[in-house]
């Protein structure tokens, strides 16, 4: 199919898998959301059992400091689960464990081989002054990164597209938000999700594209400041695009409502 439509080489494996990789984000973090809504629903139905239990021992609540005490407790559970069920928690947990998986297909195939192998350290062409482990550890390590940062603008992209329907626009407080300023240059619309998403694609394609270098004698002078280098972009465009923004409004508000009551 690749080649019938000009893709040869490391290009038939580049496309698919990177689409691959981008589709298994979107689907992890779509289950991520209808999970999330199941939690929130029991947590919802549990605050509205303890408002009527309140409400109906209002009195003894009043004389009774173990009570209140432990309506205290369970406040300060509920704000807790709310607080370690955010995007930046769970995208940061789900990037390390995607680069975990990079970095055993980059890194840990090579060292499983040669320590098996007991023929001696591998070089190659691309880079003969350096072993492949050594390549590949530094291949392991840029990438692990970058699955991090991919996946907390995914978690971005997807929350934006699930807030704002099509052609639906947010309130203008949150609108004006840090408009024009840096950390918000994607703004918080579907737009700028849609963006979000737009930019994870892109710049795993120029990273996998920029290891195909090695296929080429002393590839790895390219390959190599070029891989790193994309790290630092991605992740300067992460804290500019949407560093100030990132967590929706009612994680906000719950981090506020949480420290307010903890004081």
């Not at 190599?224 to 500019?240: D, E, K, N, S």
């Amino acid at each position: 199919v690749f080649h019938s439509v000009g893709l040869l080489g490391p290009l038939a494996g580049i496309v698919p898998g990177v689409l691959a990789q981008f589709a298994f984000r979107c689907w992890f973090v779509t289950i991520y959301h209808r999970v999330e809504k199941a939690i929130q629903q029991s947590v919802e139905n549990q605050e509205a059992e303890d408002a009527q239990r309140t409400a109906s021992n209002e009195s003894a609540l009043r004389n009774d400091s173990s009570t209140n005490g432990r309506d205290k407790t369970n406040w300060t559970e509920v704000a807790k689960l709310r607080l370690e069920l955010n995007d930046a928690a769970c995208g940061i947990a789900a990037g390390v464990g995607f680069g975990g998986m990079h970095a055993i297909l980059l890194y840990g195939t090579l060292l499983a081989s040669e320590m098996t192998n007991n023929i001696g350290v591998l070089y190659q062409d691309s880079c003969p002054l350096m072993p492949s482990l050594a390549v590949s550890a530094v291949y392991a390590f840029c990438f692990s990164v970058l699955d991090i940062f991919w996946m907390l603008l995914t978690f971005f992209g997807m929350r934006r597209r699930r807030m704002y329907h099509r052609g639906e626009r947010p309130p203008s407080q949150v609108l004006r938000e840090h408009e024009g300023q840096a950390g918000a240059y994607l703004g918080n619309t579907r737009e700028g999700g849609n963006m979000a998403l737009l930019s994870v694609l892109a710049t795993h394609f120029l990273a996998s594209i920029f290891t195909t270098a090695d296929y080429f004698k002393f590839g790895c002078i390219v390959s190599l400041p070029a891989t790193g280098v994309m790290v630092l972009f991605v992740a300067y465009w992460f804290w500019v695009g949407v560093g100030k923004i990132y967590m929706p409004p009612e994680d906000d508000e719950a981090v506020h409502d949480y420290n307010q009551h903890d004081d």
